[in-house]
């Protein structure tokens, strides 16, 4: 199995930073009133200040939860996804805790897109989205329509991917006719 660009870390990393800010928004509340909490039990003409270095410590610590919380989830999700292109079909293992098997066929495949966004340009990975006769839907989006997706290929390798599937795929329709 072949594993993704060394760049699909950030790729990664931003997507949990972008839910994990979401979730902080909740848990930095939380914190700030822990800690006032505490700081109105000690009590004393100090309040204010007492509350403010307590807004500050959590909201540092709502920080540090997001970033370690980030790169734990990319460290893992780079670890385990993986493809492979057998004599038949693609296949694709993903997954942190719940793992996923995808197997494509060559016969479904219909059509091979190469996409490079401003992160995939910063990194050099291009994404792969091989589209097939019954297309999946998927609503975390990244591959949406596309039933093989690898989020993180050197733009050589996608362009190696997408000739290698072109080719099974005039091989396939070929034989049809």
């Given at each position: 199995?072949?594993?993704?660009?060394?760049?699909?870390r950030?790729?990664?990393r931003?997507?949990?930073?972008?839910?994990?800010?979401?979730?902080?928004?909740?848990?930095i509340p939380?914190f700030v009133?822990?800690f006032?909490?505490g700081?109105?039990?000690?009590?004393?003409?100090e309040?204010?200040?007492?509350l403010?270095?307590?807004?500050?410590?959590?909201?540092?610590?709502?920080?540090?939860?997001?970033?370690?919380?980030?790169?734990?989830?990319?460290r893992?999700?780079?670890?385990?996804?993986?493809y492979?292109f057998?004599?038949?079909n693609l296949k694709?293992?993903?997954g942190?805790?719940?793992?996923?098997?995808?197997?494509?066929p060559y016969?479904?495949v219909?059509?091979?897109d190469?996409?490079?966004?401003?992160?995939?340009?910063?990194?050099?990975?291009?994404?792969?989205?091989?589209?097939?006769?019954g297309?999946?839907?998927?609503?975390?989006?990244?591959?949406?329509?596309a039933?093989?997706?690898?989020?993180?290929?050197?733009?050589?390798?996608a362009?190696?991917?997408?000739?290698?599937?072109?080719?099974?795929?005039s091989?396939?329709h070929?034989q049809?006719?």
């Amino acid at each position: 199995m072949e594993k993704l660009h060394v760049g699909a870390r950030w790729l990664f990393r931003f997507r949990s930073y972008f839910v994990l800010i979401f979730v902080g928004l909740f848990l930095i509340p939380f914190f700030v009133q822990f800690f006032m909490v505490g700081s109105m039990i000690s009590g004393g003409s100090e309040n204010i200040s007492a509350l403010f270095v307590s807004f500050i410590i959590s909201f540092f610590m709502g920080l540090i939860f997001i970033f370690v919380a980030g790169e734990i989830y990319a460290r893992l999700s780079y670890n385990n996804w993986a493809y492979e292109f057998t004599p038949t079909n693609l296949k694709v293992e993903r997954g942190i805790i719940w793992k996923r098997y995808s197997n494509v066929p060559y016969e479904r495949v219909q059509n091979v897109d190469i996409h490079r966004g401003i992160l995939a340009r910063m990194n050099g990975f291009s994404s792969v989205l091989i589209q097939t006769a019954g297309m999946s839907y998927s609503p975390r989006g990244g591959g949406i329509g596309a039933e093989g997706y690898l989020p993180a290929v050197t733009p050589h390798k996608a362009e190696e991917i997408r000739e290698f599937l072109m080719k099974k795929i005039s091989k396939t329709h070929g034989q049809g006719m």
